[in-house]
């Protein structure tokens, strides 16, 4: 996919969960059409930080790392709140962060689904609710989710990832035409089968059956998707 370079230049971009797979794709291909980005991450590493270096310096822009467990609802609203101190526009928001659990329902205990359901619905939801309101005063903003195809088309052994997957796809419809009168556009992506960390533990066999599904004949790489956001956030 062929896009014009800068065309994110001065803009300011959140992102959850960068520091690999999908996030990490999505944050070196936003760096690299001029993106300025505050990259939250559960985990910062010295590679990680290599990585913002060398995009800082190649690209020109400004990449701030920032360690925070989402699931702590103090630090993320102070985490959320320094962000907001600096006065800067917010331009664009990505909820990528995100886990996977696998597991029959009589085998998931409730105590694993609303661990899930925290970081990959009721995490995403609280950002927006604050980053909403520097959009909306704003006048303009664009919000990206991170869905699944398992929250449309459901998946055995897991109910509770789907569930929480379709509740992304239920709020960004609703908040869509909620803030869109207000100059906020938002929308959510719902992969299928990309080749990351939550894949990792499929077995060859798994993975072949789900490639014979997939139209390309291949599993998805994280540069897809990445592509799909950057379109998103291009707006």
């Known amino acids: 996919m062929k896009f014009l370079k800068n065309m994110l230049r001065n803009k300011n971009v ?23 980005i505050w990259a939250c991450c559960r985990t910062i590493n010295d590679a990680f930080l290599e990585d913002i270096s060398e995009l800082e310096r190649i690209y020109d822009v400004s990449i701030k790392a920032i360690q925070v467990e989402l699931t702590d609802s103090i ?10 101190a600096e006065k800067r526009s917010i331009d664009i928001l990505i909820n990528n962060a995100g886990i996977t659990s ?4 009589q085998q998931t205990s409730m105590e694993e689904i609303r661990k899930v ?20 005063r704003q006048r303009d903003g664009i919000i990206i989710n991170m869905a699944s195809v398992s929250g449309l088309k459901g ?5 509770n990832y789907s569930a929480s997957k379709a509740g992304i796809v239920g709020m960004t419809l609703s908040a869509a035409k909620e803030l869109g009168r207000r100059g ?3 929308n959510a992506i ?9 894949t990792a533990v499929l077995t060859d066999e798994q993975k072949d059956n789900a490639a014979k599904n997939i139209t390309l004949g291949r599993l998805g790489q994280p540069e897809d ?7 998103l956030a291009s707006g």
Do not use: W
């Not at 959140?14 to 300025?36: F, K």
């Not at 998946?155 to 109910?159: I, L």
């Not at 719902?190 to 939550?198: L, R, V, Y």
């Open 14 to 36: 959140l992102i959850t969960g960068c520091n690999r797979g999908i996030g990490l794709s999505i944050m070196r291909l936003l760096a690299e059409h001029g993106a300025n």
């Open 75 to 84: 630090l993320l609203a102070r985490t959320l709140d320094a962000i907001i």
């Open 102 to 105: 696998t597991a029959l329902l």
């Open 117 to 136: 359901f925290d970081i990959n619905y009721f995490v995403p939801l609280a950002i927006i609710k604050k980053i909403s309101k520097i959009m909306i």
């Open 155 to 159: 998946n055995p052994a897991q109910v």
């Open 184 to 186: 906020i556009r938002v």
């Open 190 to 198: 719902a992969p299928g089968f990309i080749e990351t960390d939550m």
């Open 225 to 231: 998707i990445a592509n799909a956001a950057l379109f």
